[in-house]
């Protein structure tokens, strides 16, 4: 432990000070468009130059159609402006046995009483409604979704669900190693564990409870139970755990780990500061300069992330820039909340209740206009970050991961 007390120092008042240089904080207004996206003159204008930024842009290329579906795509399913949405994350619940701060605030959060979440039944009838409408992508996310007691059960009946082709998992992997080998059984075909700092004393830190040894046992059981690749979610803040990028990049090299590095983005609650904020392209200047042999891989156009491999590396590396460059352009995600809510967009205040309709004994065609309506009010893209941040949302903890 000794070693790590003069970083432990640094860190911690990096943290709560965040006293650096700070680019010019001035950014463009966004827009559906990749080429008049306001980086090239924002936080990070001029940071790297015109060459380089052509080659690491995102493409925002028109979804293709999809020729061997098993369910007929249904309009509820795409908005005003096209996009179809075939990938569902599903709240399992607002419960967490971590407490991140930049999920929830010190206080922590107000849950929902358990008769306003969904039951297992509930969860079950709406997931088949979508999936039969042409959703092809479930992930289950929280809170934190291993505490829920019948997640095996959820995850078995997801899984048979007709049409449904990937079956995901968000977790912090802090039970995951010994539930992880049943939920494979059940159908469970992908997980993403969030893991922040390779230093324990850090963990603690930033997730207020111990348990970074479990985290790690995680990712190496999903490893050992042939999941490829096991995605680890990190979220850079400066101050804290930028000093660790290269470090986490090193794990791809013998392992078949993903690294997703991502923008600390604004939810309520979590003291969200621009100062702390990372940009993607000062992230992509560190990771070249250590790793020159990094090369762009061909993104499907509904990617979230920008994906990376190093030559020699077993795994890649990806970066997730919903600040500084948005993929609102490709996006296909719907989110179902533990409570029933239904919302379209993560940055977005709109939310409509499925939960109370489908109480009160709507049909299958009354849930599905429900949420017809709601996938046609979608934006065209989200606020930039300032004005997110000043906008009202839930914690992330209550949205889900």
Known sequence: ???????????????????????????GSYSASRDSIGYNQGLV??????????MHATSCATLSDDTSKDNPVSDMLVDSFGRLHTYLRISLTERCNLRCQ???PAEGVELSPSPQLLSKNEILRLANLFVSSGVEKIRLTGGEPTVRKDIEEICLQLSNLKGLKTLAMTTNGITLSRKLPKLKECGLTSVNISLDTLVPAKFEFMT????????????NTAIDLGYNPVKVNCVVMRG????????????????????????????????????KLVPYFEMLDRVVK????LKRLQDHPADTAKNFRIDGHIGTVSFITSMTEHFCAGCNRLRLLADGNFKVCLF???????????????????????????????????????????TANRPMIHIGG
């Not at 432990?1 to 700070?22: A, H, Q, S």
């Not at 204008?45 to 052509?54: A, E, Q």
């Open 240 to 275: 804290f755990n930028d000093d660790e990028i290269c470090d986490f990049i090193k794990l791809t090299h013998e392992k078949p780990i993903n690294i997703r590095f991502i923008e600390f983005m604004p939810f309520d609650g979590n003291v969200w500061n621009v100062k």
């Open 208 to 219: 207020r409870r111990k348990g970074h040894e479990r985290v790690m046992e995680s990712i």
């Open 102 to 104: 930049y999920c929830m």
């Open 45 to 54: 204008g001029g940071y790297l130059n015109g060459t380089l930024r052509k």
């Open 1 to 27: 432990m000794k070693r790590y007390v003069p970083k432990l120092i640094d860190w911690r008042m990096g943290f709560r000070k965040f006293n650096f240089f700070l680019v010019n904080c001035e950014i």
């Open 348 to 390: 977005g205040p709109s939310e409509v209740s499925l939960r109370d309709p489908l109480r009160h004994g709507a049909d299958d065609d009354k849930l599905k206009e429900i949420i017809g309506a709601a996938v046609k009010r979608k934006k065209a893209s989200h606020a930039g970050m300032f004005d997110i941040a000043r």
């Open 290 to 293: 250590q790793f020159p042999s």
